[in-house]
């Protein structure tokens, strides 16, 4: 038996959890497993309810429980808080780093239901399979953050960013052995053009690269990664980075599969795990069950393989979510101008996709 935490956080983050929770529970049926779901609050929610975005209770359910998944936080209504019970840096910032998540996996695929779907043509993107792998717990998010008054009545504000070299070879070792399972290439992005901490990022990897012989490894700076993820994103297997280039080149790189929200990601490096789709909480379509559940279905089968060893049960997911699209089942979010070309297309809610979703997993 195993305990998932359920954290449906804000906006539409209670619309696509359901959805991944009916794809778990259909795996559950047809695999023989027991799921058992607990669910806390997290975010805006969490604030309106008891105060604060991340209440002890959640962290402790978390903590006890084999994994987490998450829908999404924040909302306008939160902006105007004092930082410290904003939902981003009050709640999903702490969480990453109580559960000691390190390491951020956030794989870009194209499905190839979804080939006419991204605005990139469709001869860049075909067949795209990168792996962004993001430090999750350091860096500039993590560092002392504080405003001083200037003498001419103005204010000076100041974020530390800072990487110490067991932060950076913990992660780059981590990508390493990801690459060695995949296509064996790693693209290390830095700024050490400019940057102090990237200096001692490239350093350190100059160092690691060494003892992976194996894996061909290059270096780029993110302002030249960011054009090259446009312009030829084929190049790439694995790319490891920083937390805030992470955080930006995987909403670039969301569009070349078609969606941010065909985007999961797992976060993983502690004892227990948080699967969350990459994307926010969508304010403007929340409540009107029009989000794409995918990501977070997606994030669910990562969830099987990374927390529970479960790689069977992770595929029979993407492969129900492969057989979907190419069945044209689209959420607004997929459609495109071109594309309607040839195949027929069925727009769907966000119940009606995890509805499809659920009866793929059982007929596969
Ligand atoms: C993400 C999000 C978060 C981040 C925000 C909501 C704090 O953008 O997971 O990419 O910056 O990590
Ligand atoms: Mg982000």
């Not at 696509?16 to 669910?39: M, N, Q, R």
């Not at 110490?164 to 399972?181: G, L, M, N, P, Q």
């Not at 080149?249 to 969350?276: F, K, N, Q, R």
Request: charged share 25%.
């Amino acid at each position: 038996m195993y305990n998932i935490a359920v954290l449906p956080g804000d906006g539409i983050g209670v619309e696509i959890v359901p959805e991944a929770i009916k794809a778990l529970k259909a795996v559950a049926e047809k695999f023989g497993h027991e799921f058992k779901f607990e669910e806390a609050l997290i975010g805006g929610a969490a604030y309106d309810a008891v105060g604060h975005p991340l209440p002890p209770e959640t962290l402790e359910i978390c903590k006890k429980s084999d994994a987490v998944l998450l829908g999404a936080i924040g909302g306008p209504q939160y902006d105007e808080l004092p930082v410290h019970l904003r939902p981003e840096i009050g709640a999903l910032l702490p969480l990453r780093k109580e559960l000691a998540l390190f390491s951020n996996l956030r794989p870009c695929i194209l499905f190839p239901g979804l080939l006419q779907a991204s605005t990139i043509k469709e001869e860049v993107i075909q067949g795209v399979d990168i792996m962004v792998i993001r430090e999750l717990t350091g860096g500039l998010y993590f560092g002392d953050k504080y405003r001083e008054k200037t003498l001419d009545g103005g204010e000076k504000a100041t974020d530390i960013l800072t990487y110490s070299t067991d932060e950076i070879e913990r992660i780059v070792r981590f990508a390493y052995e990801v690459a060695r399972k995949r296509r064996k290439k790693l693209c290390s992005v830095d700024k050490a053009n400019v940057l102090e901490s990237s200096r001692l990022w490239r350093e350190t990897v100059s160092v690691l690269e060494k003892e992976y012989p194996d894996v061909e490894t290059i270096h780029m700076y993110v302002d030249n990664c960011s054009m090259q993820l446009i312009r030829d994103p084929r190049q790439f297997d694995v790319i490891v980075t920083e937390n805030m280039f992470g955080d930006i080149l995987t909403d670039e790189a969301s569009m070349l599969t078609g969606s941010i929200g065909m985007l999961p990601s797992a976060s993983i490096g502690g004892e227990v795990g948080l699967y969350e789709p990459s994307h926010g909480s969508a304010p403007d379509i929340a409540g009107q069950n029009k989000a794409n559940p995918l990501a977070t279905i997606l994030s669910a089968a990562m969830l099987l393989r990374y927390s529970f060893n479960m790689d069977k049960e992770a595929e029979v997911i993407e492969q129900a979510v492969t057989r979907v699209l190419e069945e044209g089942y689209r959420t607004g979010d997929l459609l495109s101008c071109s594309d309607s070309g040839g195949k027929e297309i069925k727009v769907l809610g966000t119940r009606e996709m995890g509805d499809v979703i659920v009866e793929k997993i059982m007929l596969l």
